[in-house]
C-alpha cells in the first residue's frame, strides 16, 4: 500500500454513459498525477496537478475527459459520453518531488 | 510514442538466477525510474537514479545509467518467483517537464520459475 488510494477499483458502465473517478494522494504531497494503461502497455501521461493548478495535459485528453482538484487536495477524472475505447486503468499518483507513488488504479470496462 | 523502450520484452529465468532488463530512451531526462507492476495491480517504485549518476543499489536491485547511449539497465540479484512481474523504465524530462509527466516503455515481464 503506497498510500495513493483510488475509488472505485472496478467501473463497468455501457457506452455512452458518464463516469467519474476519485484520488485521494498521499496528504503531503502537492502534485497529482493521472495515467491511463491498456493491456500489455505502459501507463501514458494523462494530465498533472502541483496543488489546485492543473499544469500539464497531454494530447490523449479529449473534449470528453475532464479532471479536477479543487483544494489541492483529491482529485476527480471524469470520462462523458464513455466509448469501448477507454475501457482501461486509469492510474493516479502522487509526488512531492522525485518519486512518484502511485494508487490501486480504477479498471472501466466500457460495454 | 513511448519514450522507454525495455529489451527483453520477456525474460523467464530459474530461481536463484540474476535478471538483467535494459531500458534505452530518446530525449534528455531529470531522472529515470525503474517501477514493477505485478498482474493487474499498481505500480511499485522500485528505485530512480539522477541524470548525474552512473550507478545505484538498493538491495538486490542494482541500476545503472548511461546518458552518453541514452541507457539504463536493472538487474536483480538472486532472483525470487515474487519476483515475478512486469518491470517498467520511466523518464522524468528536463526542463519544462522536469518534475511533472514520466514516460513509460513497454516492460519486461519477468517470469521466476521455482
Known amino acids: 500500500d503506497t498510500g495513493v488510494s483510488q475509488d472505485p477499483r472496478h467501473k463497468i458502465t455501457k457506452r455512452g454513459q458518464n463516469v467519474t473517478f476519485r484520488c485521494d494522494p498521499i496528504s503531503e504531497h502537492n502534485r497529482l498525477y493521472w495515467y491511463r494503461q491498456t493491456l500489455g502497455q505502459g501507463p501514458e501521461f494523462l494530465t498533472y496537478f502541483q496543488n489546485e493548478a492543473q499544469l500539464e495535459k497531454s494530447r490523449l485528453l479529449s473534449d470528453r475527459f475532464s479532471a479536477e482538484r479543487p483544494k489541492g487536495s483529491f482529485s476527480t477524472l471524469e470520462i462523458q459520453r464513455t466509448e469501448q475505447g477507454d475501457s482501461a486503468m486509469y492510474l493516479c499518483?502522487?509526488?512531492?518531488?522525485?518519486?512518484?507513488?502511485f494508487g490501486p488504479g480504477t479498471r472501466l470496462t466500457v460495454l | 510514442s513511448q519514450q522507454g523502450e525495455e529489451d527483453p520484452q520477456a525474460l523467464s529465468i530459474q530461481e536463484g538466477e540474476n535478471a538483467t532488463m535494459n531500458c534505452s530512451y530518446k530525449t534528455s531526462i531529470n531522472n529515470l525510474q525503474w517501477y514493477r507492476q505485478n498482474s493487474g495491480r499498481g505500480l511499485v517504485h522500485l528505485i530512480l537514479i539522477r541524470s548525474n549518476e552512473r550507478e545505484k543499489h538498493s538491495g538486490r536491485l542494482r541500476v545503472t545509467l548511461d546518458t552518453s547511449k541514452k541507457s539504463s539497465s536493472l538487474l536483480i540479484t538472486a532472483s525470487r518467483a515474487a519476483d515475478t512481474a512486469s518491470y517498467f523504465c520511466a523518464t522524468d524530462g528536463g526542463g519544462e517537464t522536469s518534475g511533472s509527466r514520466l514516460t513509460f516503455g513497454e516492460g519486461t515481464q519477468l517470469t521466476v520459475n521455482p
Open positions: 499518483a502522487s509526488s512531492s518531488w522525485g518519486e512518484q507513488f
